[in-house]
């Protein structure tokens, strides 16, 4: 789920350093934006939303023009927009927190789209258990959501990165390679890698995946929040064409779901596949619902502690409470006089209610 390829992994006390001072102060209501993304089996609607033509109608319903752009790299994505070069992008509630929040960037999750239920998966060679990975070396994009799902999967059992011989960081476009020198056992991603070294690699065992967190890794669109507030045609131009995309796919338009499956490097049961590993949120009111969810900010609160422990929530972040999250309800966990990361539902809401 976690896509990262040859440009180096960017932490907050890197962006925070200096990133940050080209930004401007306070955004302006503007007509032109633009978006990134990244190839996972749950954002490849973006994609499609800019080959068709959806988009563009969105867009010009409201008078602005959105670009959306693809990046094969994903932590590079984030990055981009962290430095203000995009006005959104393609990322999980993990990400979000650790590199646009920890940085200082307001951010706000515009649309929840889905939840990883197995498409984030630990893969090792041969007849091995999760006990077994003590003392060998795991490959994996560090510091992402890859390398929160290997802490999950050790503490299980009754292991901690500790116990092993340490981690390798290995971008997402050289996983694959990786995966088939002698010298990589075990890997951590997602899909469609995950599809593909199973696929191709008989002895390729599943030791853990995200199924056995649900909920936990959540797949966001998300955007600058002063952009937003100064712009909210841009986020009911975005919402509103996500969701005649996931009209299309949950009545099984097969045009539709063979063109994302091409766009990621599969066939159409390919990507039926990677769907039924992903809990996509085609009715708003489910998202809208994930939104509201009670354990969402017991969530986040562990996966900030999961940052802060890493050393990536932010420069100098002297606790995990170091940024506030706030939740539709107006509730917040971690600082209150620092919220950089939002849940809003209320467009999603606009959508179930038929008001786009």
Known sequence: MIKATKAKFLTATALSLGLLAA???????????????????GWMPWGYLEDSGIMD??????GIDVEIVQINDYVESINQYTAGAFDGVSATNMDTLSIPAGSGVDTT?????????????????????????????VNLVELSVSHYLLARALDSAGLAERDLDGVVNTSDADMIAAYATDDVTTVVTWNPLVSEITASNPDAT???????????????????TETLEANPDFGKALVGAWYEVMGLMASGDEDTLTAMAEASGTDLDGYKAQLAATEMFYDPADAVAQAASPDL????????????????????????????????DGSISGSEANVMFRFDSSYMQMAADGEL
């Open 57 to 62: 109608k969105w867009a010009e319903e409201y």
């Open 297 to 328: 900010p017991g969530t986040m609160t562990e996966i900030a502690e999961f940052l802060f422990d890493k050393g990536i929530l932010g420069e100098g972040a002297p606790s995990a409470d170091f940024v506030g999250i706030a939740y539709p």
């Open 23 to 41: 930004l401007p102060a306070q955004a302006q209501e503007k007509t032109d934006f633009k978006i990134a993304w990244s190839i996972y089996v």
């Open 109 to 137: 999750a515009l649309i929840i789209g889905d939840y990883s239920n197995g498409n984030d998966a630990v893969i090792a060679k041969g007849d091995v258990t999760l006990e077994d990975l003590a003392g060998t070396k």
């Open 206 to 224: 599943v030791l853990f995946d995200s199924s056995k967190i649900a909920g936990e890794i959540l797949d966001l669109m998300v955007v600058n």
